[in-house]
């Protein structure tokens, strides 16, 4: 099969698997004990007050009525719903929301990769040495500290008693925002002095999130790197005097990767959730703070609309990490012939 | 220089940047309040939380307010005097001239009835309290600047209720312009934007939802001019970071701070606390069914809550004990005798419930009438620490008077319909008000169907009930105290509620903030406030 081919199957498959995850969080939204609509009005509503908002909301109506109604808007008018907590159509706050979460997650996914894949590659040439113990404690560190905890600490040490850096918020500087994305805004805006502020504010949390995904990525590309190191094929490329630097990067990395590779398309969707903590601590004005104040107030079209953009995410995130296997290792055929 | 010696230099530029921005002579053109979460709607007609009253009190204006810090006391705003009828129904208001929007259009009679008649239409939350007094027809215009309330029922608070925000003037241009009024539903414009709609000393200059709100004096404001130029209002749920900001120097005011964090700012020398009194109170409802419909089993219950511990280890000694459905300091409330008020008394207890034929289970601790348990279970709503450590330490006591208390910690979402379908026996609980009128606390928590329908609570006194109804239409006020003192007698005697506690508002101000005064009722006064420089 051709890699477009398969591209296309792969994105035609994420629509089953959103309607399966649609059709789950209505199953759970229906099952639960919540009164919804009386939790949106207050307890001094009137009773035809709640009755005009579950009209509204169809929450009387069958599960399967509200999944097509639900369905009939999204496809026909991209509509998500107005959520009854904030007043605002769901699809506005997500694209309010969403930029800033997904920038901190990428800023995060980035820093834990340049920082994580190396540390680990030469934690395992230097197999039980000084430098292997100091990225070991690191990586253990990372992946075994509360992610709030760590979140507390830095704000506590760079913003309080150093002052280096701010406790809290995205930006200090208005800026028309284009694209949602301080950092690229800023610099259509042409205006650095805006970068640096966006830059400054996106450091401690972005740390805090890569510390974590750090710590695992070390551990993983050190365990697959060992384990590639003792296999035949280098012990050849050494045996026939090949420059160290080639048998290393050339002959051993490029095998090992697969599977830090594996583990960075799910730890992307897991950076994306991991945000709420953080988005609290920083007052970082993201979609994981909105997710968690929809789910306390039972805010059903702000919930659904966040989990599909998640699961959204999630698969295509998967889809590039699946690319990017037979780009690195070309005996990795998608669904090639069996001998 | 190093990277650090880069970030530290980028840093003291966009610091100077902002610090020359804010200079000034004597005191600052900005100060920051911290809001702890987001507010839920800037539009008056749907608004219904602290956070959006906070926002609608500073940009809006009503009609009357209330004197400083007094909450029983009313001071006039966009009507300079008034009138009441001998009969209570009929309110004559005289507008101010000079008032404007802040489009600069001018404020008149017919938006005060367009404000009314809209909220009134569009059937919104906060609509209750408007609807319980006047219709579409109430509102009369006389003249531009004169206009008469006709209330559908003489209604002793409805002046108490035309200073909530839900009764604020909005620009009717300005909403004809946006979205206009549709019967039953919320004006999505309104909710997020102010656009000239309000006549208020500040106006909203920007809301990014979830990051900041910005506040902007309005120069042609009708009165005293807001001191402060520029209110800036980052939003920062965690208590954890509005510590440290205080702490810095990088937040100026905060009120409603949590009582259990006060520790954490005590001792820093930049900040003041202030822990004034509310008119919050905090209760436990016992459902009245069951054993609990016994009037000695709730007194002996009663007896058995140690209200002392309660203020000194829950509250940090930051509330007042609360005797009965009305908050001290509000008309109507009475101090009541030693012997008109329940005390931590286990003897006391345990001898109610032996006269009331409740023995002992040999053997076991709790006691038994007709083959039935003593106790109940009572619903503690999920992250209010509070409420959950205070059945907790009921729970203990009552085990001293062989009372199985049941504790179910439940999300707020789902505590209104395990309550209203009495799937739980009582909830530990509390009433904030609306406006600063004793109706607003008894009618809901004492009135037989509202407490059913808000508490799921089963009591049922036509007594009591029928002087609900008689207080909220007595104009007489020494007459009307006297009914108010009948209430709180026979909440005592029937013990349907435990009145644990009334709270206080814990306000941090930065040293050199100046000019803040509280009123139990009304949300902090932006136009007051400035900071020295």
């Given at each position: 099969m051709r890699l477009s081919t398969y591209i296309l199957r792969r994105v035609a498959m994420l629509i089953p698997v959103l309607l399966g995850v649609l059709v789950i969080i209505f199953v759970i939204a229906y099952v639960i004990p919540a009164d919804p609509a009386r939790a949106w009005a207050g307890p001094r509503a009137r009773a035809e007050q709640v009755q005009v908002l579950e009209e509204r909301y169809h929450l009387n109506d069958p599960i399967y009525t509200q999944i097509w109604i639900y369905l009939k808007n999204v496809v026909l008018h991209f509509d998500l719903g107005v959520s009854p907590t904030t007043g605002r159509p769901v699809r506005d706050d997500l694209?309010?929301?969403?930029?800033?979460?997904?920038?901190?997650?990428?800023?995060?996914?980035?820093?834990?990769?340049?920082?994580?894949?190396?540390?680990?590659?030469?934690?395992?040439?230097?197999?039980?040495?000084?430098?292997?113990?100091?990225?070991?404690?690191?990586?253990?560190?990372?992946?075994?500290?509360?992610?709030?905890?760590?979140?507390?600490?830095?704000?506590?040490?760079?913003?309080?008693?150093?002052?280096?850096?701010?406790?809290?918020?995205?930006?200090?500087i208005d800026i028309t925002r284009y694209t949602g994305f301080v950092l690229i805004d800023s610099v259509l805006n042409w205006n650095w002095t805006a970068f640096g502020d966006a830059a400054i504010h996106m450091i401690l949390p972005a740390a805090t999130l890569a510390f974590y995904s750090m710590g695992y990525l070390v551990r993983i590309t050190r365990g697959s790197m060992l384990e590639v190191l003792e296999a035949e094929y280098v012990i050849t490329a050494k045996a026939k005097g090949l420059p160290r630097k080639i048998v290393i990067y050339r002959h051993a990395l490029k095998n090992a990767i697969i599977p830090p590779l594996t583990v960075l398309g799910v730890e992307f969707g897991w950076l994306l959730g991991g945000t709420v903590l953080l988005e609290t601590i920083f007052a970082w004005p993201g979609m994981g703070r909105y997710a968690a104040g929809s789910i306390v107030m039972v805010d059903l079209p702000a919930v659904v609309g966040y989990t599909l953009v998640v699961a959204m995410i999630m698969l295509l995130s998967n889809l590039v990490v699946d690319i990017l296997y037979s780009v690195i290792d070309p005996r990795i055929r998608v669904g090639g012939k069996r001998r | 220089m190093g990277r650090k010696g880069n970030w530290l230099v980028l840093g003291l530029v966009v610091s100077l940047v902002i610090g020359m921005a804010s200079v000034g002579f004597g005191a600052t053109d900005k100060l920051i309040y911290l809001f702890y979460g987001e507010p839920g709607e800037a539009d008056p007609a749907t608004a219904y939380d602290m956070r959006s009253s906070t926002l609608i009190n500073n940009v809006y204006d009503r009609l009357l307010t209330y004197?400083?810090?007094?909450?029983?006391?009313?001071?006039?705003?966009?009507?300079?005097?008034?009138?009441?009828?001998?009969?209570?129904?009929?309110?004559?208001?005289?507008?101010?001239?000079?008032?404007?929007?802040?489009?600069?259009?001018?404020?008149?009679?017919?938006?005060?009835?367009?404000?009314?008649?809209?909220?009134?239409?569009?059937n919104q939350p906060p609509s209750w309290m408007l609807s319980q007094m006047m219709n579409q027809d109430s509102t009369v215009v006389v003249d531009p600047y004169t206009i008469e309330v006709h209330l559908t029922q003489a209604y002793a608070a409805a002046l108490g209720v035309l200073t909530h925000t839900v009764a604020s003037i909005v620009n009717s241009a300005v909403v004809e312009a946006n979205g206009g009024i549709v019967a039953d539903q919320e004006n999505t414009w309104m909710n997020q934007n102010e656009g000239g709609a309000g006549s208020g000393p500040y106006t909203l200059k920007e809301w990014i939802p979830a990051e900041r709100l910005t506040f902007e004096r309005y120069d042609g404001y009708w009165g005293a001019k807001a001191l402060t130029k520029t209110i800036e209002c980052p939003i920062v749920p965690e208590v954890g970071t509005r510590v440290l900001m205080l702490r810095a120097g990088d937040a100026d005011v905060h009120d409603q701070f949590p009582e259990t964090n006060v520790a954490d700012l005590e001792g820093a020398p930049n900040l003041t606390i202030?822990?004034?009194?509310?008119?919050?109170?905090?209760?436990?409802?016992?459902?009245?069914?069951?054993?609990?419909?016994?009037?000695?089993?709730?007194?002996?219950?009663?007896?058995?809550?140690?209200?002392?511990?309660?203020?000194?280890?829950?509250?940090?000694?930051?509330?007042?004990?609360?005797?009965?459905?009305?908050?001290?300091?509000?008309?109507?409330?009475?101090?009541p005798a030693a012997d008109g008020r329940y005390e931590y008394n286990i003897v006391k207890a345990n001898q109610l419930l032996d006269a009331a034929g409740w023995t002992w289970v040999a053997g076991q601790g709790y006691r038994v009438k007709a083959g039935v348990e003593l106790g109940m279970e009572v619903l503690a709503p999920i992250g209010e620490e509070v409420k959950m450590q205070e059945a907790l330490l009921w729970q203990d006591s009552l085990r001293q008077i062989g009372f199985n208390l049941k504790i179910r910690e439940i999300v707020y979402a789902m505590m209104y319909r395990t309550v209203r379908n009495h799937d739980t026996d009582g909830i530990m609980s509390g009433w904030l008000p609306d406006y600063a009128d004793p109706d607003n606390y008894v009618d809901a928590i004492c009135n037989s169907g509202n407490a059913n329908a808000i508490y799921g609570n089963q009591y049922n006194n036509p007594a009591m009930d029928a002087l609900i109804l008689q207080a909220k239409s007595e104009i007489d006020v020494a007459k009307r105290a006297g009914l108010y003192r009948q209430i709180q007698e026979i909440s005592f005697q029937d013990a349907p509620y435990i009145w644990v506690s009334q709270r206080s508002n814990v306000v941090i101000l930065n040293n050199a903030v100046k000019g803040f005064y509280y009123n139990p009722i009304l949300p902090i006064d932006f136009a007051t406030l400035y900071k020295e420089g």
């Open positions: 694209k309010a929301f969403f930029p800033a979460t997904f920038e901190l997650a990428m800023c995060a996914f980035f820093l834990a990769i340049a920082l994580g894949i190396p540390l680990g590659v030469v934690s395992a040439l230097r197999r039980n040495r000084p430098t292997d113990h100091f990225s070991r404690v690191i990586a253990l560190t990372g992946v075994s500290t509360p992610l709030f905890w760590s979140a507390l600490l830095l704000q506590f040490l760079f913003y309080y008693k150093l002052g280096w850096l701010p406790a809290m918020g995205r930006s200090t | 004197e400083g810090s007094d909450a029983t006391k009313f001071a006039p705003m966009l009507a300079e005097r008034w009138e009441v009828s001998a009969d209570g129904k009929t309110v004559t208001f005289h507008l101010r001239k000079n008032a404007t929007f802040h489009d600069g259009s001018p404020l008149t009679a017919e938006d005060v009835r367009y404000s009314f008649n809209r909220v009134l239409t569009m202030l822990t004034p009194a509310t008119f919050n109170i905090d209760f436990i409802a016992l459902g009245c069914r069951g054993p609990m419909a016994e009037k000695a089993v709730r007194q002996a219950v009663s007896y058995a809550f140690p209200y002392a511990m309660a203020l000194e280890f829950v509250y940090n000694g930051l509330a007042i004990r609360s005797t009965g459905p009305i908050p001290s300091g509000m008309f109507g409330y009475v101090d």
